[in-house]
Nanobody, 115 residues
Framework: QVQLVESGGGLVQPGGSLRLSCAAS????????MAWYRQAPGNQRELVAV???????NYADSAKGRFTISRDNAKNTVYLQMNSLKPEDTAVYYC?????????WGQGTQVTVSS
């Protein structure tokens, strides 16, 4: 089945940038719906960005204008480019995949925005 591995998290100063990557296994990656979620301590997991098989994207209001989700089907990888980062962006970021009825979550990668 699909497996997801996130990378690229870390510590960054406010106003800085970070790019997260999510590498997916499987041969049908191009048909997957892919998304990024995040969860801060004590908070509900929330959707940040989504990209469908046709490349259409949607963003949470908090991410619009700052974050960009993209996919490279040849590499079975989805990215989240995060610019103008704020302390409130601090969270564990999770990659999500939906292939037909099958849903898969990555293990999460920590993003900390702090001076």
């Amino acid at each position: 089945q699909v497996q997801l591995v996130e990378s690229g998290g870390g510590l960054v100063q406010p106003g800085g940038s970070l790019r997260l990557s999510c590498a997916a296994s499987g041969s049908m990656f191009s048909t997957n719906l892919m998304a990024w979620y995040r969860q801060a301590p004590g908070n509900q997991r929330e959707l940040v960005a989504v990209i469908d098989s046709g490349g259409s994207t949607n963003y949470a209001d908090s991410a619009k204008g700052r974050f960009t989700i993209s996919r490279d089907n040849a590499k079975n990888t989805v990215y989240l480019q995060m610019n103008s980062l704020k302390p409130e962006d601090t969270a564990v970021y999770y990659c999500y995949s939906k292939l037909f009825w099958k849903e898969t979550w990555g293990q999460g990668t920590q993003v900390t925005v702090s001076s």
